[in-house]
């Protein structure tokens, strides 16, 4: 309990362009069935780090959130990390 919990999904991702939606979807998906529907309550903030595809967006963090959203090798970044953190610790 609280720590670093990492889930799998399993979608096959076609030219390398899929929903972000679709994605994030599988993820929660993945989190409810490994830790239960209150997943959220039990960790402070929360990575999801999605597979390599062309977005508009690098990273981003929404203000006094709990998720931060991370594309690809950004997710392993900890300048990425602290930046995304620290909107969802209301700092903007």
């Not at 595809?53 to 991370?70: F, H, M, P, Q």
Request: net charge positive; with cysteine.
């Amino acid at each position: 309990k609280n720590g670093v919990v990492t889930v799998k999904i399993d979608l096959k991702l076609r030219k390398k362009k899929v929903s972000d939606t679709i994605v994030e979807n599988y993820i929660i998906r993945a989190l409810k069935e490994k830790l239960g529907k209150k997943y959220r309550d039990d960790y402070d903030h929360i990575a999801f780090c999605f597979p390599a595809a062309k977005r508009y967006w690098e990273a981003y963090g929404l203000v006094g959130g709990k998720i931060t959203y991370y594309n690809d090798d950004r997710c392993l970044a900890v300048s990425s990390q602290m930046h995304e953190i620290g909107h969802n610790l209301m700092l903007q």
